[in-house]
Structure formats: C-alpha cells, structure tokens
C-alpha cells in the first residue's frame, strides 16, 4: 500500500541555520511527490513537485528536495530558515490512478528560533 | 491571478443545522476535491469531482454531501453538523496531478 512518512513531528531551528526535513514514501511505480508548507490557519501552499527528469528540485521561498529512488525519500532543504519560515510541512505521493488519492505523511511541525 | 477561493473563511453554525461551504476556481481545473483537516492532522479526502463524476470516499460519513453544477464551483454539505464536524475544510482541484489548495474554511459547531 502506498505510505508517505514524516519521521519528525517537530523540528526546531535557528535562524539562518540550514534546514532538512525528511519523508520517505513507499509506492510501487514512480512517484509523483509533493511538498506543501501550512501556515496556522491557512491553506495549503505548493513548494515544490517531483514528476521526472532531474533529481534535484528547486522550489519556491528558497527550498529544494532531492528524490533518491534507492531510499524512498523526497527530503526538503533550506540553507538559511528565515522566522517567516515557521510552519507545518507536509509530503505528499500523488497515485496515479482513477482514485486521484493524495497520501499525505502525518507533518513536520518547524519552529524557528530567533 | 488564477487561484482556489473558499467562502466563508470562517463558518459558525449550530449543532444540527445544516451548513454549506463554497469553493470556486478560477483554474479551470476538471478535478475538484474537499478535504477536512483536523488540528495537528495531514487533510482527509471527503469526496472528489472528476468533471461532473461525483466520487466518495469510503469512510466519508452520509452526513457530507457535494455539488458541484460548473467546472467553477463546489460545495459541500453538512446535513446535520456535529461537534465532532468542527475542523478546517479544504478545497482544491487539480487538472494534471498537482493540487492547488484554497485558503480553508474554518467550521466551528455550537
């Protein structure tokens, strides 16, 4: 069955320290993968997708996600974490059936310290 | 811009009086979805529209209804909302996989 983890449930930084988020997923053809930052009491904002082509994705607000097919992961990086960065991040697995399902991991919640 | 938009932002009703909440799409996706998201939760897909084919999840309660009469618009009902039906419901549609999100309606239930 197709999963998406989020292993950390809160994450704390300093500002202008680097950032990595992790997600694995598990899902038997290619991925389609996702990352979306919520901010309290918002929507749900697109930072970047993974369909094919080049590994390294570059997002918007400065993140970039590298997918690694050999370990199932979609990790999301920032160099420098602003305060304005401090939200709750979610992973998501597009499945590419009639379902149209998105499978979302459980978020990662970011705190930034000043 | 194009953009997802939800009205209300906020919605407060009573136990067992019915509510609708209202998506529109300037998008012209052919997908559209509503999603509840509880506090510290990842959304729950309700119920999704590809065009006018009307698909339900199985654990969906009956007490969630949809519409959707354009490619523009979506809403859902809530029959008879319960104290356990207060949450954020988002709205979203997608034409080639990517979902873009509304801003939510926030439901309070008294």
């Known amino acids: 069955a197709q999963s998406v983890t989020q292993p950390d449930i809160h994450i704390t930084v300093s500002e202008g320290a680097s950032l990595e988020l992790r997600c694995n997923y598990s899902?038997?053809?290619?991925?389609?993968l996702f990352w979306y930052v919520q901010s309290p009491g918002q929507g749900l904002q697109l930072l970047l997708k993974?369909?094919?082509?080049?590994?390294l994705v570059q997002g918007i607000k400065g993140f970039e996600a590298e997918f690694k097919r050999s370990q199932s992961s979609f990790n999301l990086r920032k160099p420098s974490v602003h305060w304005s960065d401090a939200a709750e991040y979610f992973c998501a697995v597009a499945v590419m059936d009639s379902s149209y399902k998105l499978i979302f991991g459980s978020g990662t919640r970011l705190l930034v310290r000043p | 811009d194009a953009m997802v938009i939800q009205n209300p932002r906020y919605q407060v009703t009573q136990f067992g009086k019915p509510v609708t909440l209202s998506c529109s799409q300037t998008l012209n996706h052919n997908v559209m979805y509503w999603y509840q998201q509880k506090s510290s939760q990842a959304p729950k897909l309700l119920f999704h529209?590809?065009?006018?084919?009307?698909?339900n999840e199985a654990d969906t309660p009956d007490n969630f209804q949809s519409r959707r009469p354009n490619t523009s618009f979506c809403f859902l009902d809530i029959r008879s909302p319960g104290l356990g039906d207060a949450a954020m419901y988002l709205c979203a549609t997608s034409s080639t996989g990517t979902r873009y999100f509304g801003p939510g309606t926030r439901l309070l239930v008294l």
């Open positions: 993974y369909f094919s082509g080049d590994t």
């Open positions: 899902y038997g053809a290619t991925p389609y």
């Open positions: 529209y590809y065009d006018k084919d009307f698909n």
